[in-house]
């Protein structure tokens, strides 16, 4: 009797301990996030003071710690970090293997060739569940994320392509207006003209773009311009193929060939190197994107910099017919495959309200936000430089949905402008194999 009073009150402790488990190693819920913007891990990999991070790496690492560490659903976000450059190559390999991440980040532009191979699902009625509608997405991140009125991953910013200017070394050039503003070209002719003076005056370049590396900087470039005139570089319908052989291209072309001939670009370079470049002085005007503002921001405010007090950050000015620069995104989708079961699902879409609900840590990268509320927001208007970009959200133009492999296109065509420029190939020679390149690409597609 004893021994079985004994043996009952030892099983009631042991089930009294078992009871007071914590809950958290039980029921834990770990999704995977794929995603590039560079890993940082020395200097935010256990920081949650998301305010203090700078940079996209910094804000996004900064996120994740914080979710992690203060969701009330015991959800775990494991990142899995690529380089841009292989990125899509990775992603779809992961799909082929069944590999698939739970959230991937992945660009606008891209979406529309997952969709068309039927890897991607609507998602308004997930979204729906956790308080986010399309109506409360900018009219440009709306348009990145939807095909035939359904929504297909969460906008997350949109991003551009930008000059970033040391407005120092151009009054320096005399490069400067009558009310003592810097000089904006508003033609191919006044951009040459102005670049031509401003190396005569100073011996360095008035440019810094890269030639180099696995981003497709040049095509940006090449897009931005392309979108101020009046053709189409793409052909409509489900098997689209591009015309480099037109009056627009080919002045762009010459133009990009000029100003790199000419010594009037920094030579042979890559996109760190460029942001080297204009930080020591060596070019007036970086071309690199939205997410870079916060950083030339930092670097003008010190007071050795040759920017002291000196930048500006304008979108690609008008150079031909219309105002219009190259835009892209970034967004969040949740490919087939990547949620084994509800209890996955719901634990996604719980982090996705999370980074939704902080898009304005997010714009202080420098990208617009997609959350109309941030956008339209007097924080958001009040950080550095966003009274010059704010106009992306309705100048700025990506590339079409129906274009497939947009960033395998984007690539290919990068490449051919930098072969252009590097081997002093002709215009037609480009046009020429561009075409030939990105067609065969194209025709690929099944």
């Given at each position: 009797?004893?021994?079985?009073?004994?043996?009952?009150?030892?099983?009631?402790?042991?089930?009294?301990a078992?009871a007071?488990?914590?809950v958290?190693?039980?029921?834990?819920?770990?999704?995977?996030?794929?995603r590039?913007?560079?890993?940082?891990?020395?200097?935010?990999?256990?920081?949650?003071?998301?305010?203090?991070?700078?940079?996209?790496?910094?804000v996004?690492?900064?996120?994740?710690?914080?979710f992690?560490?203060?969701?009330?659903?015991?959800?775990?976000?494991?990142?899995?970090?690529?380089?841009?450059?292989?990125?899509y190559?990775?992603?779809?390999?992961?799909?082929?293997?069944?590999?698939v991440?739970t959230?991937?980040?992945?660009?606008?532009?891209?979406?529309?060739?997952?969709?068309n191979?039927?890897?991607?699902d609507p998602?308004?009625?997930?979204?729906?569940?956790?308080?986010?509608?399309?109506?409360?997405?900018t009219?440009t991140?709306?348009?990145?994320?939807?095909?035939?009125?359904?929504?297909?991953?969460l906008?997350f910013?949109t991003?551009?392509?930008?000059?970033?200017i040391?407005?120092?070394?151009?009054?320096?050039?005399?490069?400067t207006?009558?009310?003592?503003?810097?000089?904006?070209?508003?033609?191919?002719?006044?951009l040459?003209?102005?670049?031509r003076?401003?190396?005569?005056?100073?011996g360095?370049?008035?440019?810094?773009?890269?030639?180099?590396?696995?981003?497709?900087?040049?095509?940006?470039?090449?897009?931005?311009?392309m979108?101020?005139?009046?053709?189409?570089?793409?052909?409509?319908?489900?098997?689209?193929?591009?015309?480099?052989?037109?009056?627009?291209?080919?002045?762009?072309?010459?133009?990009?060939s000029?100003?790199?001939?000419e010594g009037?670009?920094v030579?042979?370079?890559?996109?760190?190197?460029?942001?080297?470049a204009?930080?020591?002085?060596?070019?007036?005007?970086?071309?690199?994107?939205?997410?870079?503002?916060?950083?030339?921001?930092a670097?003008?405010?010190k007071?050795?910099?040759?920017?002291?007090?000196?930048?500006?950050?304008?979108?690609?000015?008008q150079?031909f017919?219309?105002?219009?620069?190259?835009?892209d995104?970034h967004?969040?989708?949740?490919?087939?495959?990547?949620?084994?079961?509800?209890?996955?699902?719901k634990?996604?879409?719980t982090?996705l309200k999370f980074?939704?609900?902080?898009?304005?840590?997010?714009?202080?990268?420098?990208?617009?936000?997609?959350?109309?509320?941030?956008?339209d927001s007097a924080?958001?208007?009040g950080?550095?430089?966003?009274?010059?970009?704010?106009?992306?959200?309705?100048?700025?133009?990506?590339?079409?949905?129906?274009?497939?492999?947009?960033?395998?296109?984007q690539?290919?065509?990068s490449?051919e402008?930098?072969t252009?420029q590097?081997?002093?190939?002709?215009?037609q020679?480009?046009?020429d194999?561009?075409?030939?390149?990105?067609?065969?690409?194209?025709?690929?597609?099944?």
């Amino acid at each position: 009797m004893i021994k079985n009073s004994i043996f009952q009150a030892a099983a009631a402790v042991a089930l009294a301990a078992a009871a007071l488990q914590p809950v958290q190693a039980q029921d834990k819920t770990e999704i995977t996030l794929a995603r590039f913007f560079g890993a940082c891990e020395a200097d935010f990999g256990k920081s949650v003071d998301v305010r203090a991070a700078r940079g996209e790496c910094g804000v996004i690492t900064t996120l994740v710690n914080k979710f992690n560490a203060t969701n009330k659903d015991n959800i775990v976000v494991k990142p899995q970090i690529a380089e841009w450059g292989p990125y899509y190559d990775q992603l779809t390999s992961r799909i082929v293997a069944r590999d698939v991440p739970t959230i991937a980040v992945m660009h606008q532009s891209s979406i529309g060739d997952y969709v068309n191979r039927k890897l991607i699902d609507p998602i308004d009625a997930d979204l729906k569940t956790v308080g986010i509608t399309p109506a409360e997405f900018t009219d440009t991140a709306k348009a990145g994320v939807t095909m035939n009125d359904k929504t297909y991953g969460l906008p997350f910013d949109t991003w551009s392509w930008l000059w970033h200017i040391n407005t120092n070394l151009l009054k320096k050039a005399g490069l400067t207006n009558a009310d003592g503003s810097v000089q904006i070209p508003k033609s191919p002719a006044e951009l040459l003209a102005q670049a031509r003076k401003y190396k005569q005056v100073t011996g360095k370049a008035y440019f810094a773009w890269p030639t180099s590396g696995s981003v497709p900087t040049n095509t940006w470039t090449f897009f931005s311009m392309m979108f101020q005139q009046n053709s189409s570089l793409f052909t409509a319908g489900a098997k689209p193929h591009i015309n480099m052989h037109t009056p627009d291209v080919t002045a762009i072309l010459e133009l990009m060939s000029t100003l790199y001939n000419e010594g009037l670009v920094v030579p042979g370079i890559d996109s760190g190197a460029v942001n080297q470049a204009w930080f020591k002085g060596d070019a007036a005007v970086a071309l690199t994107g939205t997410w870079r503002i916060d950083d030339y921001m930092a670097a003008s405010e010190k007071a050795d910099s040759p920017a002291h007090n000196g930048y500006l950050v304008i979108p690609f000015p008008q150079l031909f017919a219309k105002r219009a620069t190259f835009a892209d995104g970034h967004a969040w989708v949740m490919l087939k495959g990547g949620t084994k079961d509800e209890k996955t699902k719901k634990a996604a879409l719980t982090f996705l309200k999370f980074l939704w609900d902080n898009e304005f840590e997010w714009s202080r990268t420098g990208h617009l936000p997609a959350n109309k509320k941030v956008y339209d927001s007097a924080e958001f208007k009040g950080l550095p430089m966003r009274d010059k970009i704010i106009e992306i959200s309705t100048i700025g133009r990506g590339l079409a949905h129906n274009v497939p492999r947009a960033a395998a296109v984007q690539q290919a065509l990068s490449e051919e402008l930098i072969t252009m420029q590097l081997s002093k190939k002709t215009v037609q020679q480009t046009e020429d194999a561009a075409e030939t390149r990105v067609n065969k690409l194209l025709d690929s597609v099944r």
